[in-house]
């Protein structure tokens, strides 16, 4: 018998349970979201998902940085005196001016659970050795997930502060089972590894866990890590500073980035009218934290653009909400061109599809009122012809997208250890 999980039916219930015990700990609390919930009455009035949408306002991240320059340093949604709170980290700024986050130790452990299933469901387990390849910063990244793990039983390995092919040897040493980084980065270190003649196949990884780009649910660039971790599996997940881990991939569809819905109201919206779309449709993902009740975000505006599937309940057996192909950008980040909706994970599923490519940059150009693209590669090692790669990546452009994109190879070009900075605007 497989395990049971619960029906829409239970899950919503759930929701709307923990939403009202939420609510109730802000009312008069906290200061932010008393100001919201004066404009549509008792939040015990609202009795359905449906409802909730209809009455309760967003909240943005303008509107949160607004809050924060007004009252500072904190800004005013924080339910409890700062004394209460033990965590500070701050967003990456990757989209604009970084925002400024405090946890209680309450809400700090609900987002431990949430990254404890994450790693179940990745099964990852006491035995295991995680290594994280990662500068720990003042950002959220993967302070939680080291927690967690360590919280199971893991033995943690941190990987800041060493070069990539430093942290390539302590892979190899260590015997870590388990690796934690973005996938941009998993690329960089298999790179390494072949560049100084060390071989993966000798390493113990069998669980890749990916997060902060689109990569890890883009088919073409996973099947790139694997090959260049034999005997990896990659897992992807996603979250964000401001709402904590937020799904995890689904067991049964790569690819495919199930929702959190026990600790997480999510909906999906038409970034430009606003309005609740049904499953199986794009749009701009909206999350309300259920369990971070020391700074709460009801109906958050992400920015992250997502497509939900269709099928009520997915092969796993889950019926919380399922993302089709990951994360698939940004809505500042997608680009029209020519009429044609280009996003991020597009572009990157199409150059990695060619074969060859190391490493991509995209050049944003606007000319007057139009939009046009234009590609860095930088072919692998022993590349026999990169003008020959170049155009093969101009026609599976035309072929995948109907657009002509001029494609240039150079010869190398930045690599990232956190999020990967591809997309250069030249407006």
Known sequence: MGEAFPNRRTIVTRQLERFHALCSALVAANSFYTKKFASVGSPRRIQSLEQFAEIFPFTTKAEIAE????????????????????????????????????????????????????????????????????????????????EAAAKIGCLCVPGGGMSTIARVRQVLDMRATVLCCTPTYAIHMGETAVKEKLNLSRSAV???????????????????????????????????????????????????????????????????????????????????????TGSPLIRYRTGDLVRTSREPVCACGRSDLALEGGILGRTDEMVVVRGVNVFPSAVEEIIRNCGGVAEYRVHVKKAGALTELAIEIEPEAGAADPDALAGKVERAFQQMLSLRVSVRAVATLPRFEMKAKRWVDEA
Request: charged content about 20%; hydrophobic content about 40%; proline content about 7%.
């Open 67 to 146: 809050d924060q320059r007004a009252s500072p340093p904190f800004g005013t949604n924080l339910t409890y005196p700062v004394e209460r709170y033990s965590r500070y980290h701050q967003t990456s700024g990757t989209a604009g001016v970084p925002l400024r986050w405090l946890d209680t130790e309450e809400s700090w452990q609900w987002m431990l659970r949430n990254w404890e299933q994450i790693l179940r469901v990745a099964q990852v387990k006491r035995a295991d050795r995680v290594f994280f390849a990662f500068s720990f910063g003042p950002f959220i990244g993967f302070w939680l997930a080291f």
């Open 206 to 292: 069998r669980v890749i866990i990916v997060a902060g780009e689109p990569g890890g649910s883009i088919a073409s660039t996973r099947q790139q890590i694997e090959q260049l971790w034999p005997g990896a599996r990659v897992f992807d997940h996603h979250g964000m500073t401001e709402v904590g881990p937020v799904s995890f991939e689904c067991p049964a569809r790569p690819c495919v980035l199930h929702i959190i819905e026990e600790a997480y109201i999510p909906e999906v919206i038409d970034p430009t009218t606003e309005r609740v779309l049904d499953r199986g449709a794009s749009g701009e993902l909206v999350l309300t934290t259920l369990g971070r």
